[in-house]
């Protein structure tokens, strides 16, 4: 690869708000709990999930691997856990990638304010690398909507 | 801590452009040296940097300490997420002063030639945690920094 070929990244900021019925303390385990968190953040309908790890600490890194159903790329994620503070914030920064290379890199910070009478305003805030296009921005916000979407699903499901 | 005092993070963007009089493996090479970059990555000669650990490759964790000298107060984890050798570096950052977190950050470095030099780009995306001015710190250590640099070649 030579410098003339590398894809220039567009850099883009995007916010997230959600209004949730339930504690930050409660928001925040759908995060921290393996089981939880596989239900609205990694399984998904249409998506073969080929691997995937849980590692929610300072520190740590999760892996995971899938594909639509029937395509032939596998996409990949890895996360860094950069902070964590208990019911209150955590920081990431993950990459994703096609068949091995990675197409955007991502600095993401939740807050979890408490709000209202035992609720939680969920704030998302994502500062990212993007190297597919000028669409990349809208796709990701569209996408990081759809799985905050799943998250009240999973908060309304499980107590 | 009993109540919920979450303080809102700030989040900002700063970009910091340089042209260097040297290849880009010169360049990319003063990155990836530790040794260089003990040199090059003090905002001022009153500062002192020390690299207890360095992991130059996807993945790889350099720890640091940092700060004025006799007083290294604040910690950097740097994680590195991709390395394209001559052309890019992206990490994520953690700053700390003595343990609390100050701020988080994406750090993409980009480095072209131009003739017998190197345009170098550095985009800085920080979310500030504790309410503090890092945003005016990332601008005020980096940009010397950057300064320095030009001295290694």
């Known amino acids: 690869m030579t410098a003339d070929t590398i894809t220039k990244p567009i850099f883009g900021t995007f916010t997230i708000e959600r209004k949730l019925r339930h504690k930050p303390e409660r928001v925040f385990r759908a995060f921290e709990d393996p089981e939880a968190h596989y239900r609205w953040f990694v399984s998904g309908e249409g998506w073969e999930i080929a691997r995937y790890t849980h590692d929610f600490r300072v520190g740590g890194h999760e892996h995971g691997q899938f594909r639509p159903v029937g395509h032939p790329s596998t996409f990949s994620n890895d996360t860094w856990y950069l902070e964590i503070a208990e019911a209150r914030r955590i920081s990431i920064a993950y990459s994703m990638g096609m068949d091995g290379a990675p197409f955007s890199h991502s600095l993401a910070v939740t807050e979890f304010f408490p709000a209202g009478k035992g609720g939680c305003r969920l704030v998302y805030t994502e500062q990212g690398a993007y190297y597919g296009g000028e669409d990349d921005v809208k796709n990701r916000k569209a996408g990081c909507a759809e799985l905050f979407g799943k998250l009240e699903v999973e908060l309304d499901a499980h107590a | ?153």
């Open chain 2, 1 to 153: 801590m009993t109540a919920n005092t979450l303080t809102p993070a700030l989040h900002d963007t700063i970009t910091l452009e340089r042209t260097y009089n040297a290849s880009p493996p010169r360049v990319f090479a003063a990155w990836r040296d530790v040794e260089a970059r003990e040199r090059w990555s003090k905002p001022s000669a009153d500062t002192e940097i020390v690299y207890d650990q360095a992991e130059f490759k996807v993945g790889g964790l350099d720890i640091v300490r940092c700060g004025f000298k006799g007083d290294l107060r604040f910690q950097a984890h740097v994680r590195y997420l991709e390395i394209i050798p001559d052309a890019r570096i992206v990490m994520a950052e953690t700053v700390a002063e003595n343990g609390a977190a100050k701020a988080v950050s994406l750090i993409t470095v980009e480095m072209k030639a131009a003739g017998k030099a190197t345009d170098l780009r550095v985009t800085l995306q920080v979310s500030a945690l504790d309410g503090s001015d890092m945003l005016q710190g990332y601008l005020d250590g980096w940009s010397p920094t950057l300064d320095n640099l030009a001295n290694e070649f």
